[in-house]
């Protein structure tokens, strides 16, 4: 007999597997993960039609199929049906046991089939749910594990609409779960089963409280003892109690466990996260066997919050500082390791926070678990978000999501709040098709839901705060909506989306003026930001690093000043994956305080300064480390520009190539000098009392003259007021300027602007590049472009994009025939041009919309030999319509 050797190896591996949960079952409860080896089919099919294997590839588990499709393209990734399908073998051990399949999530609505037989269908995405198999196993055989995923737009599970991309998958983890056939209650929407609280709780004394229900699904009565140990994070026991229950065969009672009074607890706060531990035991009174056991971590503490002095944690004021995060990562979309999750909780304690939303539905079990470890109080949600269905179904998944969130989190010390709704009225507000009595219905429906689940929030759960998060509109006043819950936060972009980042406090003050019992919290804002972008003089919605740096140090100022506020979360932690997004980085929502890959933007460090009280100093522009710029009216070789320093130090002294330039009191945190760099190696070295930075600045400084030009290559951004620093390349970028005899720059023409408050010329993704900042912005209508550059042969290449999608269409039509052509005028704003390079046409008749479409990004190369002294001369000649070019570079060969 011949035995290959994936045979044998599986062989091994289910004997191994056997015995391990065999020594298992001697706990009362086993959980295992099954993540490993799934296969996994794109699109959907019935299940008794045969699939080519070749059309499954082996996956593991979290995993998601549109951790590549929702950032390429249109942004108009895979909504639809995945299957994933595995093999389980289920030890003959395991027989007079109950066994579970338990999923931590999977987006979003879930069927599940084991054995062709189904077994449980869940909907919504976010939150866990699980299933009994035990009369559907085969012992010591395979099982086939079939599940049926579909993340397609449903009115009837929220989130109907939202600022983040919907990723389809299994991606959280997957467990088998085995327990006694008499356990604590495991079909209580896939929660413990247990839960703990503190009741009459002081500084002095306090008292635990342990509840559930106890299940016996065995053919007799039985005896039994519930215990819970109550031990300190040495594992000292600190106290005890018991209850005694007799349970006949097939039925279900409550428990319920109230300490004696423990004296001086020790308290959970942010600064001292310390953590019991309650061991809660079914123990079988004949003999002494235990049936099954829950271990969970707790934390005492109390809260409260004021509509006058904000919030309070065991008693003492508390300033909630912190940010939003999604659960998405570079790479991965949302299937991600236990190990990011925890990461990032780490990264936003690291940077001062207290304080975390986690936004817009409930997160990995791994983050709130890190929460209670680290010390961040947390605000859980569900995902109502922009909008409701006004059907049954809808607001059963909306309460169905609500129970399970808060069962399934109830034991977190770390969350103090539950929200239900974000945003809701937004897509109401500005749907202008809307009737009056489409708007009247669509209130209507929006407040019975919003009272139902406040309702049951507030049964589940009366000492947690209610929350719900409103964008800037006083629809949500005028329909009362925000008097339902016991806390509002309001989402402001002052300064973004709207002009004045100083409009925030009044905003602010009026709300409080005009209702002044309701506790307020600043729940998202934040500007968009590129770490590739840079400016010295920051505008509204350019995407720069700089105004990011503005727009914080505005809102943590009006937010720490006023006492009613109970505290602010940026949006967002980190940039995440946003499908419909249209900004400097395709289909990613920028408003993080790190990228994507969790690399921290300067203001990462601006919070730092703020926050924390051990001493911070962090000289900004790491991600601006290679420079080029002209020298400075006063020549010598120099350019200076200002390097700006966060700290909570009273001062700081900064050396640039080991001389000092002085020391400098700090203002807001901030510490701003001016620094003479030269071509060359920079070196920075702050120091403010005993602690230093250092950071490198590589700047290459063209002269006044360019003719006194060691040259390499200058790159201009048309049209732009920024630098912008090509990641893959290394090359950098220089905002446009006016030419200067002997300099660079361009002779006249205008920045093409959408719209006149911004910077950013067209608000769309350019196809055909990563580098959508070149090609956003340009110059409209420009005599030219002159390089006062010394004779020599040179490389010039120029960017082009055609920002108007009506002309782009609309152009081929115009050359349809020539018949067409001589008969018709093209619209007035196709644009037709000829470009010259010092008297030569390189380019005759172009036609961007024509030959390439709107937002499509266009490159072209030309050799050009200047000579005679007359450096390169580029001519824009306009055959019909304005010229635009978006980018030039000029390289010496």
Same mark, same amino acid.
């Given at each position: 007999?011949?035995?290959?050797?994936?045979?044998?190896?599986?062989?091994?591996?289910?004997?191994?597997?056997?015995?391990?949960?065999?020594?298992?079952?001697? $706990?009362?409860?086993?959980?295992?993960?099954?993540?490993?080896?799934?296969?996994?089919?794109?699109?959907?099919?019935?299940?008794?039609?045969?699939?080519?294997?070749?059309?499954?590839?082996?996956?593991?588990?979290?995993?998601?199929?549109? $951790?590549?499709?929702?950032?390429?393209?249109?942004?108009?990734?895979?909504?639809?049906?995945?299957?994933?399908?595995?093999?389980?073998?289920?030890?003959?051990?395991?027989?007079?046991?109950?066994?579970?399949?338990?999923?931590?999530?999977?987006?979003?609505?879930?069927?599940?089939?084991?054995?062709?037989?189904?077994?449980?269908?869940?909907?919504?995405?976010?939150?866990?749910?699980? @299933?009994?198999?035990?009369?559907?196993?085969?012992?010591?055989?395979?099982?086939?594990?079939?599940?049926?995923?579909?993340?397609?737009?449903?009115?009837?599970?929220?989130?109907? #609409?939202?600022?983040?991309?919907?990723?389809?998958?299994?991606?959280?983890?997957?467990?088998?779960?085995?327990?006694?056939?008499?356990?604590?209650?495991?079909?209580?929407?896939?929660? #413990?089963?247990?839960?703990?609280?503190?009741?009459?709780?002081?500084?002095?004394?306090?008292?635990?409280?342990?509840?559930?229900?106890?299940?016996?699904?065995?053919?007799?009565?039985?005896? =039994?003892?519930?215990?819970?140990? =109550?031990?300190?994070?040495?594992?000292?026991?600190?106290? &005890?109690?018991? !209850?005694?229950?007799? =349970?006949?065969?097939? %039925?279900?009672?409550?428990?319920?466990?109230?300490?004696?009074?423990?004296?001086?607890?020790?308290?959970?706060?942010?600064?001292?996260?310390?953590?019991? %531990?309650?061991?809660?035991?079914?123990?079988?009174?004949?003999?002494?066997?235990?049936?099954?056991?829950?271990?969970?971590?707790?934390?005492?503490?109390?809260?409260?919050?004021?509509?006058?002095?904000?919030?309070?944690?065991?008693?003492?004021?508390?300033?909630?500082?912190?940010?939003?995060?999604?659960?998405?990562?570079?790479?991965?979309?949302?299937?991600?390791?236990?190990?990011?999750?925890?990461?990032?909780?780490?990264?936003?304690?690291?940077?001062?926070?207290?304080?975390?939303?986690?936004?817009?539905?409930?997160?990995?079990?791994?983050?709130?678990?890190?929460?209670?470890?680290?010390?961040?109080?947390?605000?859980?949600?569900?995902?109502?978000?922009?909008?409701?269905?006004?059907?049954?179904?809808?607001?059963?998944?909306?309460?169905?999501?609500?129970?399970?969130?808060?069962?399934?989190?109830?034991?977190?010390?770390?969350?103090?709040?539950?929200?239900?709704?974000?945003?809701?009225?937004?897509?109401?507000?500005?749907?202008?098709?809307?009737?009056? +009595?489409?708007?009247?219905? /669509?209130?209507?429906?929006?407040?019975?839901?919003?009272?139902?689940?406040?309702?049951?929030?507030?049964?589940?759960?009366?000492?947690?705060?209610?929350?719900?998060?409103?964008?800037?509109? !006083?629809?949500?006043?005028?329909?009362?909506?925000?008097?339902?819950? !016991?806390?509002?936060?309001?989402?402001?972009?002052?300064?973004?989306?709207? *002009?004045?980042?100083?409009?925030?406090?009044?905003?602010?003050? +009026?709300?409080?003026?005009?209702?002044?019992?309701?506790?307020?919290?600043?729940?998202?804002?934040?500007?968009?930001?590129?770490?590739?972008?840079?400016?010295?003089?920051?505008?509204?919605? *350019?995407?720069?690093?700089?105004?990011?740096?503005?727009?914080?140090?505005?809102?943590?100022?009006?937010? =720490?000043?006023? #006492? @009613?506020?109970?505290?602010?979360?940026?949006?967002?932690?980190?940039?995440?994956?946003?499908?419909?997004?249209?900004?400097?980085?395709?289909?990613?929502?920028?408003?993080?305080?790190?990228?994507?890959?969790? $690399?921290?933007?300067?203001?990462?460090?601006? @919070?730092?300064?703020?926050?924390?009280?051990?001493?911070?100093?962090?000289?900004?522009?790491?991600?601006?480390? /290679?420079?080029?710029?002209?020298?400075?009216?006063?020549?010598?070789?120099?350019?200076? $520009?200002?390097?700006?320093?966060?700290?909570?130090?009273?001062?700081?002294?900064?050396?640039?190539?080991?001389?000092?330039?002085?020391?400098?009191?700090?203002? +807001?945190?901030?510490?701003?000098?001016?620094?003479?760099?030269?071509?060359?190696?920079?070196?920075?070295?702050?120091?403010?009392?005993?602690?230093?930075?250092?950071?490198?600045?590589?700047?290459?400084?063209?002269?006044?003259?360019?003719?006194?030009?060691?040259?390499?290559?200058?790159?201009?951004?048309?049209?732009?007021?920024?630098?912008?620093?090509?990641?893959?390349?290394?090359?950098?970028?220089?905002? *446009?300027?006016?030419?200067?005899?002997?300099?660079?720059?361009?002779?006249?023409?205008?920045?093409?602007?959408?719209?006149?408050?911004?910077?950013?010329?067209?608000?769309?993704?350019?196809?055909?590049?990563?580098?959508?900042?070149?090609?956003?912005?340009?110059?409209?209508?420009?005599?030219?472009?002159?390089?006062?550059?010394?004779?020599?042969?040179? +490389?010039?290449?120029?960017?082009?994009? &055609?920002?108007?999608?009506?002309?782009?269409?609309?152009?081929?039509?115009?050359?349809?025939?020539?018949?067409?052509?001589?008969?018709?005028?093209?619209?007035?704003?196709?644009?037709?041009?000829?470009?010259?390079?010092?008297?030569?046409?390189?380019?005759?008749?172009?036609?961007?919309?024509?030959?390439?479409?709107?937002?499509?990004?266009?490159?072209?190369?030309?050799?050009?030999?200047?000579?005679?002294?007359?450096?390169?001369?580029?001519?824009?000649?306009?055959?019909?319509?304005?010229?635009?070019?978006?980018?030039? /570079?000029?390289?010496?060969?």
């Amino acid at each position: 007999m011949k035995y290959n050797t994936m045979t044998m190896c599986k062989g091994v591996l289910i004997l191994i597997q056997a015995i391990l949960w065999s020594t298992a079952l001697g $706990q009362g409860r086993h959980s295992e993960t099954i993540n490993t080896g799934w296969q996994f089919h794109k699109g959907d099919f019935r299940q008794d039609t045969k699939v080519e294997e070749s059309d499954w590839q082996t996956v593991n588990i979290p995993h998601t199929w549109n $951790q590549k499709d929702a950032f390429e393209g249109n942004g108009k990734y895979y909504r639809g049906v995945g299957w994933y399908r595995k093999a389980v073998i289920i030890p003959e051990d395991w027989k007079g046991r109950k066994i579970y399949l338990h999923f931590e999530a999977a987006n979003q609505e879930t069927q599940v089939f084991l054995n062709h037989e189904p077994i449980g269908h869940h909907r919504g995405g976010y939150n866990a749910f699980r @299933y009994d198999i035990t009369d559907i196993v085969q012992y010591g055989k395979t099982n086939q594990l079939r599940v049926k995923l579909d993340n397609r737009h449903n009115w009837n599970i929220p989130p109907l #609409d939202a600022d983040f991309t919907f990723y389809g998958g299994i991606y959280r983890d997957v467990h088998l779960i085995t327990v006694s056939p008499t356990h604590f209650e495991m079909d209580n929407y896939a929660s #413990d089963g247990v839960f703990v609280k503190a009741e009459d709780l002081s500084e002095a004394s306090g008292k635990l409280k342990v509840w559930g229900k106890v299940k016996n699904e065995e053919a007799l009565t039985k005896r =039994l003892l519930v215990k819970s140990v =109550l031990k300190d994070a040495d594992g000292h026991t600190v106290m &005890e109690t018991s !209850q005694k229950l007799k =349970l006949a065969q097939g %039925t279900t009672t409550d428990f319920m466990l109230m300490s004696k009074a423990i004296t001086q607890p020790h308290l959970w706060s942010p600064e001292d996260p310390y953590l019991y %531990t309650v061991e809660t035991k079914l123990i079988e009174q004949k003999t002494g066997k235990v049936l099954d056991e829950v271990e969970t971590s707790f934390g005492f503490r109390w809260f409260s919050i004021d509509a006058d002095k904000g919030f309070f944690l065991n008693g003492k004021h508390l300033k909630l500082v912190g940010a939003n995060r999604h659960q998405d990562y570079k790479g991965l979309g949302n299937a991600l390791p236990n190990a990011i999750h925890r990461k990032d909780m780490k990264l936003l304690k690291e940077m001062g926070a207290n304080f975390i939303r986690i936004a817009h539905y409930p997160h990995d079990p791994e983050v709130y678990k890190a929460c209670d470890e680290l010390g961040l109080l947390s605000w859980s949600e569900i995902p109502v978000i922009n909008d409701v269905t006004d059907t049954e179904e809808y607001f059963k998944v909306c309460t169905d999501m609500q129970l399970e969130h808060i069962r399934q989190n109830y034991n977190h010390p770390s969350i103090v709040m539950w929200g239900y709704m974000n945003e809701i009225f937004i897509r109401m507000v500005f749907n202008r098709k809307m009737t009056k +009595e489409d708007k009247d219905a /669509k209130i209507d429906a929006t407040l019975r839901l919003a009272r139902k689940l406040e309702d049951i929030t507030r049964t589940e759960d009366a000492e947690r705060i209610t929350v719900m998060a409103l964008h800037g509109d !006083q629809v949500y006043n005028e329909t009362g909506i925000a008097d339902i819950p !016991q806390l509002i936060g309001w989402n402001l972009y002052y300064g973004w989306y709207v *002009d004045d980042i100083y409009g925030l406090g009044k905003f602010l003050d +009026e709300e409080h003026r005009n209702h002044p019992e309701r506790p307020l919290f600043l729940s998202e804002y934040g500007p968009g930001a590129d770490t590739r972008i840079n400016t010295f003089t920051p505008k509204i919605y *350019d995407f720069s690093a700089d105004y990011q740096r503005l727009y914080h140090s505005g809102y943590l100022t009006q937010i =720490l000043e006023r #006492d @009613y506020m109970a505290g602010m979360t940026a949006w967002n932690f980190a940039d995440f994956g946003s499908a419909g997004r249209h900004d400097t980085r395709p289909f990613i929502n920028q408003k993080g305080l790190m990228n994507y890959d969790r $690399q921290p933007k300067d203001v990462y460090y601006l @919070y730092q300064s703020y926050l924390l009280k051990e001493p911070v100093l962090k000289i900004t522009g790491g991600a601006f480390a /290679k420079r080029q710029a002209m020298e400075g009216e006063s020549g010598k070789g120099v350019c200076n $520009q200002d390097v700006i320093i966060f700290t909570n130090q009273p001062s700081v002294e900064l050396f640039h190539n080991g001389k000092s330039l002085g020391i400098k009191n700090a203002l +807001e945190k901030q510490v701003v000098f001016s620094v003479p760099f030269k071509s060359g190696d920079n070196t920075l070295k702050a120091i403010a009392g005993k602690t230093e930075d250092q950071l490198i600045i590589s700047f290459d400084v063209v002269p006044q003259e360019l003719s006194a030009y060691n040259f390499g290559e200058i790159n201009v951004n048309a049209g732009a007021g920024y630098w912008f620093n090509d990641e893959t390349t290394g090359e950098v970028w220089m905002p *446009d300027r006016k030419y200067q005899k002997g300099q660079w720059g361009y002779i006249e023409g205008e920045p093409y602007r959408k719209d006149n408050r911004t910077w950013q010329g067209v608000p769309r993704n350019i196809e055909g590049t990563d580098n959508d900042p070149l090609f956003q912005n340009m110059r409209v209508n420009p005599k030219g472009y002159t390089f006062d550059v010394t004779d020599g042969n040179y +490389e010039v290449t120029l960017y082009f994009v &055609e920002p108007n999608a009506k002309v782009a269409n609309e152009s081929a039509i115009y050359e349809l025939s020539a018949s067409k052509q001589q008969n018709e005028t093209p619209r007035q704003d196709v644009r037709i041009f000829n470009v010259k390079m010092n008297g030569k046409t390189v380019l005759e008749g172009f036609n961007i919309g024509k030959e390439f479409g709107a937002f499509y990004g266009v490159e072209k190369t030309y050799s050009v030999k200047a000579e005679n002294g007359e450096g390169i001369q580029i001519v824009f000649e306009s055959l019909h319509g304005q010229p635009l070019v978006s980018a030039l /570079k000029v390289r010496k060969q």
